[in-house]
């Protein structure tokens, strides 16, 4: 679901009575310096009871949380580090979701280490419980080097993030990408043991603009088979590589991230 998508709801929304309180509240922690030119900081996000926010890759009807890191100061580049989300089915469609509390690890990358440098955002991001709205959100933190101490709850994150495919024993990954009306149908076929009695898999493509189906699922004698489309904005088929894509396995509360596959077309 698009932003703007979000804004008309929350436009008609208006005619409703408000929820008690605040769905969300958001905020950085400042974390650490884990090196002369790297930190560890985090987005803090509390959720009121009943509400959830979006995985990088939500699903067919949720909403792709989009930052903006340019305010920022001496900052050359910020990599988000997501922990395993919920699966959420709800009204027969899939999400993928967090519930409560999110904290998001963010590992920032210095220009000069010897200046002080500070994390400044602006975030579009999505909230829902019984209604969806958007919220945008401006958040800021001075990234303190002489703080060299772990914050607990952004090291409990990072130890909550989907593991790399040898930790899951991970063989071979291959693909297909076939031409459909409006974009690409992606076939991949993952040798790796089962994760638990009932996996659900996510592909995703170049960029965060291309709409990805839910992806079908199947486990089969030699690993999982994984069917999603891929529909970009110009709604065509288009030039797909195989290190554009990437997989996610998750069951039980864990989950397997697959960067790339081996692609035949």
Same mark, same amino acid.
Request: charged share 20%.
């Given at each position: 679901?698009?932003?703007?998508?979000?804004?008309?709801?929350?436009?008609?929304?208006?005619?409703?009575?408000? *929820?008690?309180?605040?769905?969300?509240?958001?905020?950085?922690?400042?974390?650490?310096?884990?090196?002369?030119?790297?930190?560890?900081?985090?987005?803090?996000?509390?959720?009121?009871?009943?509400?959830?926010?979006?995985?990088?890759?939500?699903?067919?009807?949720?909403?792709?949380?989009?930052?903006?890191?340019?305010?920022?100061?001496?900052?050359?580049?910020?990599?988000?580090?997501?922990?395993?989300?919920?699966?959420?089915?709800? !009204?027969?469609?899939?999400?993928?979701?967090?519930?409560?509390?999110?904290?998001?690890?963010?590992?920032?990358?210095?220009?000069?280490?010897?200046? *002080?440098?500070?994390?400044?955002?602006?975030?579009?991001?999505?909230?829902?419980?019984?209604?969806?709205?958007?919220?945008?959100?401006?958040?800021?933190?001075?990234?303190?080097?002489?703080?060299?101490?772990?914050?607990?709850?952004?090291?409990?994150?990072?130890?909550?993030?989907?593991?790399?495919?040898?930790?899951?024993?991970?063989?071979?990954?291959?693909?297909?990408?076939?031409?459909?009306?409006?974009?690409?149908?992606?076939?991949?076929?993952?040798?790796?043991?089962?994760? !638990?009695?009932?996996?659900?898999?996510?592909?995703? !493509?170049?960029?965060?603009?291309?709409?990805?189906?839910?992806?079908?699922?199947?486990?089969?004698?030699?690993?999982?088979?994984?069917?999603?489309?891929?529909?970009?904005?110009?709604?065509?088929?288009?030039?797909?590589?195989?290190?554009?894509?990437?997989?996610?396995?998750?069951?039980?509360?864990?989950?397997?991230?697959?960067?790339?596959?081996?692609?035949?077309?």
């Amino acid at each position: 679901m698009t932003f703007k998508a979000l804004l008309a709801i929350a436009a008609l929304l208006l005619a409703l009575p408000a *929820a008690a309180g605040t769905p969300a509240r958001v905020d950085l922690l400042p974390g650490w310096r884990e090196s002369a030119a790297s930190h560890l900081a985090a987005l803090h996000v509390v959720l009121a009871p009943g509400w959830k926010t979006y995985w990088r890759a939500p699903g067919e009807a949720g909403f792709v949380p989009q930052f903006d890191w340019s305010g920022s100061e001496n900052v050359a580049s910020v990599e988000a580090l997501w922990p395993v989300p919920e699966v959420d089915e709800t !009204g027969g469609m899939t999400s993928l979701v967090y519930h409560d509390e999110l904290v998001l690890p963010l590992r920032v990358q210095l220009s000069d280490p010897a200046r *002080a440098a500070r994390l400044s955002g602006s975030l579009e991001m999505g909230v829902c419980d019984n209604i969806c709205m958007p919220m945008q959100v401006t958040v800021s933190a001075v990234l303190d080097a002489a703080q060299t101490a772990p914050d607990a709850r952004i090291a409990a994150a990072l130890a909550s993030r989907p593991m790399a495919g040898a930790e899951a024993g991970l063989g071979g990954v291959d693909c297909t990408a076939d031409p459909i009306a409006d974009g690409m149908r992606v076939h991949a076929h993952v040798e790796m043991p089962a994760l !638990g009695a009932e996996e659900h898999a996510v592909i995703e !493509g170049p960029s965060a603009d291309i709409w990805v189906s839910d992806a079908m699922v199947e486990r089969g004698p030699g690993g999982l088979t994984i069917t999603a489309d891929l529909v970009p904005p110009a709604a065509r088929p288009f030039d797909l590589k195989g290190d554009d894509i990437r997989l996610t396995v998750l069951a039980e509360g864990t989950a397997v991230d697959i960067r790339g596959c081996q692609l035949d077309q």
